[in-house]
């Protein structure tokens, strides 16, 4: 359904409420506390930005809202992407992930995650466990300093929204139609 690596926006808007410096934008990550690099070697990703000397996200949220996905048609969506969250106090600064069904006039909770250290994490998740499959699905990454009291730096890369259906899949081995943990245990 959509494979992003950031190169370009490829729809992807940016909402800012009270943010003093380092909204999301497009940019190449440079390190100190921000990745040294995006994820899957294109070059870019999304990256709260202040300036080339400070990268910190200063109030906020500053948010990254999808564009609209059709996933009437779709037999398991699942969304996967890669992401970067550093705070270098360990604060209640959180990098939140929503979804939305209809079309963004209200959003459920996907995931919240504190610091992750200096690493990138690829979570991933099926969407009909959150929402209804409906023609106006979205997705939103909400990331704040507030109180702005540390160096919170958050990158998005790798965005996968693609739909699994593993009706005849040789490695079903449970037949549940999917392909996850349970059908390496029934292996």
């Known amino acids: 359904i959509a494979k992003l690596n950031f190169e370009n926006s490829a ?35 999304y990256q709260t930005q202040g300036t080339i000397f400070n ?12 564009p609209i996905y059709d996933l009437t048609g779709a037999v398991d969506p699942t ?5 970067w969250f550093y705070v270098d106090n360990n604060d209640e600064d959180r990098l939140t992930v929503q979804v939305s ?10 995931e919240t995650t504190r610091s992750a250290g200096e690493q990138w994490v690829v979570p991933v998740f099926h969407i009909r466990d959150y929402v209804e499959l409906t023609d ?14 540390s ?15 593993c009706g005849g899949c040789i490695a079903d081995f449970n037949s549940d139609g999917t392909v996850n ?7």
């Open 151 to 165: 160096e919170t730096e958050a990158a998005i890369d790798a965005f996968l929204l693609e739909d699994v259906d």
């Open 55 to 66: 990268r910190d996200l200063d109030g906020g949220p500053t948010r990254l809202i999808s």
């Open 181 to 187: 943990t349970q059908d390496v245990l029934a292996f």
């Open 136 to 149: 106006r699905f979205r997705i939103r990454f909400n990331a704040s300093d507030n109180p702005d009291d």
């Open 11 to 45: 729809g992807f808007t940016v909402q800012n409420v009270d943010v003093d410096a380092g909204a999301w934008a497009i940019g190449t990550p440079f390190g100190d506390g921000a990745p040294s690099g995006d994820y899957d070697g294109s070059g870019n990703c």
């Open 101 to 110: 069904s209809n079309g963004g006039n209200s959003w459920v909770q996907l």
């Open 79 to 83: 969304v996967s992407y890669a992401r």
